[in-house]
T-cell receptor
Framework: DTEVTQTPKHLVMGMTNKKSLKCEQH?????MYWYKQKAKKPPELMFV???????INESVPSRFSPECPNSSLLNLHLHALQPEDSALYLC????????????FGEGSRLTVL | DQQVKQNSPSLSVQEGRISILNCDYT??????FLWYKKYPAEGPTFLIS?????DKNEDGRFTVFLNKSAKHLSLHIVPSQPGDSAVYFC???????????FGAGTRLTVKP
């Protein structure tokens, strides 16, 4: 199994809603990543978990709250988002650190109304 | 501050010819470099990588060249095929850390 699975694929939410994005991998990777990508821009790093501990937080606003319940699962909890947070949210995992490639999911397309 | 830069947003080549995609980086702590390919509505997929101890890595039609002194790398695709049409991202990672930074991407179009 070489997949990173992200759900939902599409999410529309209002600014007062609370929702979550979910990411799962069963490759035994111990580093998991959240990236945000807007149209015609590069993926921007948001968070990195290494061995289930948050190792990088790129000064992301607190309305985004990551969670890593176990080594296979990564969540991104969303609350009080703004329309400018609308983007493609990509999850990735990595086996070897610091070398080794990232394996990406297909992304969750988020629209904030 | 964009630490990884791809200055050409698009490139168009004829089928069978060489495609050369370029990437520059500013952070001298980067020591591992990767190229990813992305189709619409899909996540990026890994293509090829190179560590800073090498200056060339080849995998089939794909070759990555690294010039550390110039902080520059390039991806060569020979021969180019229409199926190679996609957005190509350059990425870089530093020693002893987990982060990976991406360039803005170059959209490659290979014409039949």
């Amino acid at each position: 199994d070489t997949e990173v699975t992200q759900t939902p694929k599409h999410l529309v939410m209002g600014m007062t809603n609370k929702k979550s994005l979910k990411c799962e991998q069963h490759m035994g990777h111990r580093a998991m990543y959240w990236y945000k990508q807007k149209a015609k821009k590069p993926p921007e790093l948001m968070f990195v978990y290494s061995y289930e501990k948050l190792s990088i937080n790129e000064s992301v606003p607190s309305r985004f709250s990551p969670e890593c319940p176990n080594s296979s699962l990564l969540n991104l909890h969303l609350h009080a988002l703004q329309p400018e947070d609308s983007a493609l949210y990509l999850c990735a995992s990595r086996f070897r650190e610091p070398t080794g490639e990232l394996f990406f999911g297909e992304g969750s397309r988020l629209t904030v109304l | 501050d964009q630490q990884v830069k791809q200055n050409s947003p698009s490139l168009s080549v004829q089928e069978g010819r060489i495609s050369i995609l370029n990437c520059d980086y500013t952070n001298s702590m980067f020591d591992y470099f990767l190229w990813y390919k992305k189709y619409p509505a899909e996540g990026p997929t890994f293509l090829i990588s190179i560590s800073s101890i090498k200056d060339k890595n080849e995998d089939g039609r794909f070759t990555v060249f690294l010039n550390k002194s110039a902080k520059h790398l390039s991806l060569h695709i020979v021969p180019s095929q229409p199926g190679d049409s996609a957005v190509y991202f350059c990425a870089a990672s530093g020693v002893d850390n987990n982060d990976m930074r991406f360039g803005a991407g170059t959209r490659l179009t290979v014409k039949p």
